[in-house]
Structures are given as C-alpha cells and as structure tokens.
C-alpha cells in the first residue's frame, strides 16, 4: 500500500504513493464508501490498526496533520465493482492504481510518524474489507 522507501527518500521528497492491486474502498461519515483515495482516507485504516496492536502510540494530531498537509497530487487508478451476491451482500466499488500524495510541510515529527505508518500499512492494507482482501498493494 502506501510506501516512503527507503524512510530517508519520503521524508526529503515529502511524497507517499499508494499502489493498490485489488479494489480499494475507503468508508467516509454516516457509512458511505468512496471508491476514491482522499489524503485523509489513505492512512486512516493503517493509523487505526497500528494503534490498537503496537505497544508505542502515535501522536493524537496525526490525523489532523495528514487532513491539512497532505493532497493528492497525482493518480492513475480505475474503478473497481466486486459482487458479493453468492454471499448475500452487496456489491463494493474500489479504486485500484497508484495515487501520489504530497505532503506541504517539513515538520520532521510529523513526517517520520506518517512515514512509519505507511510502512506499516503494507502489512495491513488501506480502506474497508481489507479481511476479504479488499485494499492489498
């Protein structure tokens, strides 16, 4: 999913690309999903699990640093349908691509702990479903 690597190269260029290989759909207010990654959206997910299993907790405005310092910058995706009838669900739509973000600030706290969280979301995927395989880089 998103990636600064190595760490060193993200927090210079200031730059977090997401690429995703199978639909990606990102949940806004009241349940509603996009199938679209807004800067706000690409970390949510990673921030979210990442604080319920590791021991060394982020910094509570990272979310709001992510909210006003980060814009899409540059996207190539497609949107996605995956039925889920057989299972008696609803279909979801995803986006799957490379969206770049960029980040318009050098606070270095606030670089390296988006930058470690990005790390991480290789590992735990972005957006909603990423149990049934939703969201996977």
């Not at 949940?27 to 690409?42: H, Q």
């Not at 008696?88 to 799957?96: D, L, V």
């Not at 969280?117 to 735990?124: C, D, L, M, P, Q």
């Amino acid at each position: 999913m998103p990636e600064l690597a190595p760490l060193e190269c993200g927090i210079v260029n200031r730059r977090i690309t997401s690429t995703s290989t199978s639909p990606t759909p990102f949940r806004r207010a009241r349940g509603t999903l996009l199938p679209s990654p807004l800067s706000e959206m690409i970390l949510d997910s990673p921030i979210e699990c990442r604080s319920q299993y590791a021991p060394l907790l982020l910094d509570p405005g990272l979310r709001q640093f992510i909210a006003e310092r980060v814009v899409l910058s540059r996207h190539r995706n497609q949107t996605r349908c995956i039925s889920f009838e057989r299972a008696g669900r609803r279909a979801i739509t995803g986006s799957m691509g490379r969206a770049t973000f960029a980040v318009q600030s050098a606070e270095p706290y606030g670089l390296q702990q988006m930058a470690m969280v990005a790390v991480f979301a290789r590992y735990s995927g972005s957006g909603v479903q990423t149990t049934i395989g939703l969201g996977q880089a």
